[in-house]
């Protein structure tokens, strides 16, 4: 059973400060998902990552993937308020073939900047 | 271009009582997803469907059940609902080229 893990589960910034979050996943996977869910809202997606290497930019968050490792890490760089909202890993159980099968999610972590 | 429309948005059921959750895409997706949303415990998969006709059971499917007759629709039927139940539900579609679609989500409150 895949299993992802990630943390910190809760992170409180300051402006201007950067920070990582880290995703783990027990076994191998062929995507790997970032979203952004604001309260009460669906989910955005943020970044897809494909294979061993990717990193992905879009404004103050970068993306990487470490399939070796099993790791993908969300770094924040510069954080400002509106960045404040609960980031979701999502990894993909892809068959071979490139069939896509379902997600699995982390817990999420709860990510709120202050002035 | 709709996307994945879900219905209704919000819905307070009182307990045994049943309901359907509606699910309807335009995007000719093959791979369509039911997931719950309980807060700090991310999204757990309820049932998924590769195809009209075929459904399968994922992590939490007790107290569920679907039904796929067309590409377009993936409705969830609860069944004597009860209070742990009460959770945001996500409906979803995939295909290779363009990843993972969500719907708004349908807010049940079961009391």
């Known amino acids: 059973e895949l299993k992802v893990e990630q943390n910190p589960l809760f992170l409180s910034m300051q402006e201007g400060k950067n920070y990582t979050i880290y995703c783990n996943y027990s076994?191998?996977?062929?995507?790997l998902y970032w979203y952004r869910q604001d309260p009460g809202k669906s989910l955005e997606s943020l970044f897809v990552l494909l294979s061993n290497g990717a990193v992905k930019q879009e404004g103050r968050l970068m993306a990487s993937l470490d399939t070796k490792a099993r790791l993908s890490t969300l770094h924040i760089t510069a954080a400002v308020h509106d960045l404040s909202a609960t980031y979701f890993c999502?990894?993909?159980?892809?068959?071979?073939?490139?069939?896509?099968?379902?997600?699995?999610f982390g817990k999420g972590t709860l990510l709120t900047v202050n002035p | 271009n709709a996307g994945v429309t879900q219905t209704p948005k919000f819905r307070i059921l009182k307990i045994g009582q049943s309901m359907t959750l509606q699910c309807a895409q335009d995007m000719n997706h093959n791979y369509m997803y039911w997931y719950r949303q309980d807060p700090g415990m991310g999204l757990k998969l309820i049932y998924y469907s590769v195809g009209a006709g075929i459904t399968d059971k994922g992590e939490v499917p007790n107290g569920y059940n679907v039904s796929r007759s067309t590409t377009e629709d993936f409705p969830l039927r609860l069944e004597l609902a009860a209070p742990s139940q009460t959770s945001v539900y996500f409906c979803a579609t995939s295909s290779w080229t363009s990843g993972y679609t969500f719907g708004s989500g349908t807010r049940l409150t079961v009391v």
């Open positions: 999502a990894v993909d159980m892809s068959r071979s073939g490139g069939s896509n099968y379902k997600l699995t």
């Open positions: 076994t191998t996977s062929d995507r």
